[in-house]
């Protein structure tokens, strides 16, 4: 991995760790951040030794979202990487195939809301802050209104879209908003272990539920039954389910 300046880029055996890293910024995003996550996170879903990816923030804040001071650089900076336009969460969906966890350790506002409800399962310090800023600025929302609805339901979702409000860690935990609210100290080690656990599940498998879940989210029942044929059929070929019986019956650990 190259070195990066807008986020920290480390891995511990089979878990990457993406921090953002603009703490006197609140680690809000700006053209350099979105080019730098590019890059690691393709380098992540090729490298097969990676199973299994947390993000998170330095210092207090998770991300405050765009850097407002530099909007407009994707567009004037032509070295940039094509298709970076799109905010960081759509990139997040299109790129990484492996399980993402949110290690939301405190303010997330604006995109970084968005990127925050982007990851896969998010588990929160009991510090955060989940900000909705878009309708205080006249602006319409960038990707809450895809989330929402189906993370919490349509009726809360509406409610707090127009609100415009700011939901804390438990709030967010009674909306089924993050799976888990842990003491501030021990984010880092909850989702680290979280992480750990999940790098020992076959990684293709992992990698076609999370294909079928959100596939499924725009399909009806029928098609989705079909796309999950798919995908067994894939996952079959893969010879990751002959592992796992054989591991099964000779009462061992799967090599994956």
């Known amino acids: 991995m190259a070195d990066y300046e807008d986020i920290v880029w480390e891995t511990d055996g089979p878990v990457a760790i993406c921090r953002l890293n603009r703490p006197e910024k609140l680690?809000?995003?700006?053209?350099?951040?979105?080019?730098?996550?590019y890059d690691a996170w393709r380098g992540f879903n090729a490298d097969k030794s990676l199973k299994v990816m947390i993000i998170t923030g330095t210092g207090r804040g998770f991300t405050s979202g765009a850097d407002v001071t530099h909007m407009g650089e994707a567009q004037e900076d032509p070295g940039a990487t094509p298709g970076l336009a799109s905010p960081a969460p759509r990139m997040l969906k299109s790129i990484v195939e492996k399980p993402v966890i949110g290690a939301i350790?405190?303010?997330?506002?604006?995109?970084?809301?968005?990127?925050?409800?982007?990851?896969?399962?998010?588990?929160?310090?009991?510090?955060?802050?989940?900000?909705h800023v878009y309708l205080r600025?006249?602006?319409?929302?960038?990707?809450?209104?895809?989330?929402?609805?189906?993370?919490?339901?349509?009726?809360?979702?509406?409610?707090?879209i127009f609100a415009a409000d700011t939901i804390d860690a438990d709030e967010a935990l009674r909306l089924h908003l993050?799976?888990?609210v842990v003491p501030h100290d021990q984010l880092m080690d909850e989702a680290m272990k979280f992480a750990q656990e999940l790098a020992t599940r076959p990684p293709n498998a992992m990698?076609?539920?999370k294909k079928a879940i959100y596939k499924g989210l725009n399909l009806n029942l029928e098609d989705a039954m079909e796309y999950v044929g798919y995908t067994r059929?894939?996952?079959?070929?893969?010879?990751?389910?002959?592992?796992?019986?054989?591991?099964?019956?000779?009462?061992?650990?799967?090599?994956w």
């Open 105 to 131: 350790n405190g303010a997330c506002a604006g995109m970084g809301y968005v990127l925050a409800l982007a990851c896969d399962i998010r588990i929160a310090s009991n510090q955060a802050l989940f900000h």
């Open 178 to 180: 993050v799976s888990r």
């Open 207 to 209: 990698k076609y539920a």
């Open 137 to 160: 600025r006249a602006l319409v929302t960038s990707g809450e209104t895809w989330y929402l609805p189906r993370l919490i339901g349509l009726g809360e979702a509406i409610y707090h």
């Open 233 to 255: 059929a894939a996952n079959l070929n893969s010879g990751e389910a002959a592992e796992g019986f054989r591991a099964f019956r000779e009462k061992r650990a799967p090599n």
């Open 27 to 37: 680690n809000a995003m700006r053209s350099q951040t979105t080019q730098e996550m």
